[in-house]
């Protein structure tokens, strides 16, 4: 099997497990940085992994609650089993599951599933990127249109409020949705213009920053620089239409 078909069959099997826990009465932890871990992340990240072992027994795994298994491979996956878990505890149907594959530390492949609405989105590197099966593309929107959003870390407050309460002086609107994955999917299938990410982990985003690019976005670092996966976890993504005017708003905080 290749590696795109076993991440949608694990991204699916995860999120079949998730949303039959999704609005029950379901027991949560918080973590030593503060975040929701549940039951089902924990139960989803297991299925994630055996259907990956299963395949690939050789390959590495980053996954967000078990941590890193490092093998010889030049391949890892990274998995987040469920993120927006504050949403999915709350009753707010903005989760999903999110895989990527990384082959010698650049995303190849990668799904993110939303299980609310049964969408998949879908890329490999020097393919495109799909929604459901079919091929999709950043959107033609311009700054008089755009909706953009953020995903920050847990550092990132300031820096977050500052870049919201400016954002509508460059853009349309704003958005915070808490999931960072479906923030880069959404980019990838023209429902927004652009998202801010600001200090998170490799797990929200890998998958995402492909589908990104496979549908015609851009990434950079706030400077406008070309951005590296892995060398910064601040980064900009867009239809690039709206890039230069995100870049302003970047620039417009202390």
């Given at each position: 099997m290749d590696l795109l078909t076993v991440a949608t069959t694990a991204a699916k099997k995860g999120g079949a497990i998730i949303s039959r826990y999704f609005e029950t009465s379901i027991a949560r932890e918080v973590k030593d940085d503060k975040s929701f871990v549940t039951v089902a992340d924990k139960e989803a990240e297991t299925a994630i992994i055996a259907e990956i072992k299963k395949q690939f027994p050789e390959h590495s795994i980053l996954s967000e609650e078990s941590g890193a298994e490092t093998k010889s491979s030049p391949f890892e996956w990274i998995?987040?089993?469920l993120d927006g878990t504050a949403n999915f505890v709350n009753g707010i149907p903005l989760?999903?599951?999110?895989?990527?594959?990384?082959?010698?530390?650049?995303?190849?492949?990668?799904?993110?599933y939303q299980p609310v609405g049964n969408?998949?989105?879908?890329?490999?590197?020097?393919?495109?990127?799909?929604?459901?099966?079919?091929?999709?593309?950043?959107?033609?929107?311009?700054t008089e249109h755009a909706?953009?959003?953020?995903?920050?870390?847990?550092?990132?407050?300031?820096?977050?409020?500052?870049?919201?309460g400016n954002a509508e002086d460059f853009v349309k609107s704003k958005r915070y949705l808490g999931c960072?994955?479906?923030?880069?999917a959404y980019v990838a299938r023209g429902g927004t213009e652009?998202?801010?990410?600001?200090?998170?982990?490799?797990?929200?985003?890998?998958?995402?920053?492909?589908?990104?690019?496979?549908?015609?976005?851009?990434?950079?670092?706030?400077?406008?620089?070309?951005?590296?996966?892995?060398?910064?976890?601040y980064f900009i993504?867009?239809?690039?239409?709206?890039?230069?005017?995100?870049?302003?708003?970047?620039?417009?905080?202390?």
């Open positions: 998995i987040d089993p989760f999903a599951v999110s895989i990527a594959v990384l082959k010698d530390g650049v995303p190849v492949a990668g799904v993110i969408s998949l989105y879908s890329a490999e590197r020097g393919q495109g990127t799909k929604w459901n099966g079919k091929k999709v593309s950043v959107s033609d929107g311009t909706v953009i959003t953020f995903s920050p870390g847990k550092k990132a407050k300031k820096q977050l409020n500052e870049l919201f960072a994955a479906l923030d880069l652009g998202v801010f990410f600001l200090g998170l982990n490799k797990w929200d985003y890998a998958a995402g920053v492909l589908l990104v690019e496979e549908a015609g976005g851009a990434i950079t670092d706030f400077a406008g620089k070309p951005w590296v996966f892995g060398a910064s976890d993504a867009s239809n690039g239409i709206v890039h230069p005017a995100l870049l302003k708003l970047a620039k417009s905080i202390r």
